[in-house]
């Protein structure tokens, strides 16, 4: 059983639509992180949320922490083909850190 | 700056051998871990540490052993192969238990 669900766990859109990937959990989590993870290498950090109610904004990419902090979304506007891969999230709560099972992206010019 | 190297990158082993996956970091990071990457499964943690001389169990431990006797080393020994454990591999470290994870680029193991 996963402590974070994820969802969807595929999604294929054209270049130019906009997105949104939903990280849920019934557990509160410190803080709460998102990756992206490319084939053959490790993920590599993108955001740290910390406060219930946070939004964080990285160019296109949108992140909201809930204000329960047991869930965040990654939204992304307007795709493009260099946003394809697979994005995880991660709670963080008792020295460990929870990953959910991923939302495989992937952005058709 | 090399960030987190695991070795080998790939590696196929037949059942009930033993092998140990080698993860090393030169950030002087306190916090490291292993996780294993399946498909459909995200990461799960299998052992973590939070400085040298301190291990702990995460979520899949078993099969698997850890030791942390430098800061810079975490090494992952897997005790009798089982294919079972067929998946790719990730060490992470962090500068403590609450930052975020440095991942290695990963060990491919196949166990037949």
Redesign the interface.
Known sequence: T?L?E?SP?FLSIQEGENLTVYCNSSSVF??L?W?RQEP??????LV?VVTGGEVKKLKRLTFQFGDARKDSSLHITAAQPGDTGLY?C?G?GF????????TKLNVKP | NAGVTQTPKFQVLKTGQSMTLQCAQDMNHEYMSWYRQDPGMGLRLIHYSVGAGITDQGEVPNGYNVSRSTTEDFPLRLLSAAPSQTSVYFCASSPDRNSPLHFGNGTRLTVT
């Open positions: 996963q974070l994820q766990q410190s803080s992180q990756y053959g290498e490790g993920p590599v950090l740290t995880l991660a963080e020295n460990k850190f929870y990953f959910g099972s991923g």
